[in-house]
């Protein structure tokens, strides 16, 4: 059984920086592409940062270049997300998503796996 676990959210002020933490089970991590999505309320989830299994993959939505850093830790079977310099328009409940591909995908329906949630407000 594949269980996501997200960890890491809370509350800050603008400018201030959280690490969000995805703790996988149950799959292959080495073996797959891993992925943070957001969504606010009234809004459909968004594509926000991928990593492949493959070294030196990833990519990230325009809007949080600069200022996020995905990374993972296969020995650990963690994914993490380090989000600095945050803004308001950053609130979300943010996803930790899975699936066995090489490439990555910024879609959501590309994705098998996913956690429960984490919620990230960023107060102006």
């Known amino acids: 059984q594949v269980q996501l676990v997200e960890s890491g959210g809370g509350l800050v002020q603008t400018g201030g920086a959280l690490r969000l933490s995805c703790a996988a089970s149950?799959?292959?991590?080495?073996?797959?592409?891993m992925g943070w999505f957001r969504q606010a309320p009234g809004k459909e989830r968004e594509f926000v940062a991928a990593?492949?299994?493959?070294?030196?993959?990833?990519e990230y939505v325009d809007s949080v270049k600069g200022r996020f850093t995905i990374s993972r830790d296969n020995a650990m079977n963690t994914l993490y997300l380090q989000m600095n310099s945050l803004k308001p328009e950053d609130t979300a409940v943010y996803y930790c998503?899975?699936?066995?591909?090489?490439?990555?995908?910024?879609?959501?329906?590309?994705?098998?796996?996913w956690g429960q949630g984490t919620q990230v407000t960023v107060s102006s």
């Open positions: 998503a899975a699936a066995y591909r090489s490439t990555i995908t910024t879609l959501s329906t590309g994705y098998s796996y």
């Open positions: 149950g799959l292959a991590f080495s073996s797959v592409t």
């Open positions: 990593m492949s299994y493959i070294g030196g993959r990833f």
